[in-house]
């Protein structure tokens, strides 16, 4: 895994444990919810943040996907043609009968 990926999950692991404790919190002492209510805004972009941060993991995977299948594609081929070059030089040092 690159560094930059290894950066994006400690961003996105750090972002769900945040969420936990928050709501660990939250569960001690229910009087915090009441005063929170104002602030509800915030909550709709620490979620804005978190569905961007799911997002961008999909489309990262998708990509780190393709780039494997085509990479994989290409080795096959290289493979099939290194066979038929062999293939080649063991059947062209026999005659025909």
């Not at 990479?71 to 030089?89: F, G, I, P, W």
């Amino acid at each position: 895994m690159n560094q930059r990926r290894l950066i994006f999950l400690s961003v996105f692991g750090a972002y769900h444990l945040l969420s936990v404790i928050f709501t660990l919190y939250i569960d001690l002492d229910i009087s915090i919810l009441f005063d929170l209510v104002g602030k509800i805004s915030w909550f709709k972009y620490g979620t804005l943040f978190g569905l961007i941060l799911f997002i961008t993991e999909l489309v990262w995977t998708w990509r780190d996907n393709k780039a494997f299948e085509k990479e994989k594609e290409s080795m096959r081929h290289e493979n099939n043609v290194l066979k038929a070059k062999v293939y080649d030089l063991t059947d062209g040092g026999k005659k025909p009968a």
